[in-house]
């Protein structure tokens, strides 16, 4: 069963960390490219980092500095480690893997990030 599940969501006070995990199933993950979006209430799904599969990185403004994309292909996982977060950063996160030679785009089921005092 092709799948990602997304977990490491949950309630930080402003200027704490969290480490989100993507663990994924039923295909070839090594050769996908990986992703993280977040979706704030009331606003459209939006990229926050990519992973290629050679291991390049890109980050939105928003978070460069602060978040870190990795993945491990021997556990099938990709991670974001957020640092410094922001009451912004809000927001349903989403681990997405898209191989475009395959025409595959799948998605998990999101993880709740709050940053709250």
């Known amino acids: 069963q092709v799948q990602l599940v997304e977990s490491g969501g949950g309630l930080v006070q402003p200027g704490g960390s969290l480490r989100l995990s993507c663990a994924a199933s039923g295909f070839t993950f090594s050769s996908y490219t990986m992703s993280w979006y977040r979706q704030a209430p009331g606003k459209e799904r939006a990229l926050v980092a990519i992973i290629t599969s050679t291991g390049t990185t890109t980050f939105v403004d928003s978070v460069k500095g602060r978040f870190t994309i990795s993945r491990d292909n021997a556990k099938n996982t990709a991670y974001l480690q957020m640092n410094s977060l922001k009451p912004e950063d809000t927001a349903v996160y989403y681990c997405n893997a898209v191989n475009w030679v395959k025409n595959a785009n799948i998605?998990?089921?999101?993880?709740?990030?709050?940053?709250?005092?």
Not at 107 to 117: A, C, E, F, M, N
Request: charged share 0%; no cysteine; glycine share 18%.
């Open 107 to 117: 998605w998990g089921q999101g993880t709740q990030v709050t940053v709250s005092s």
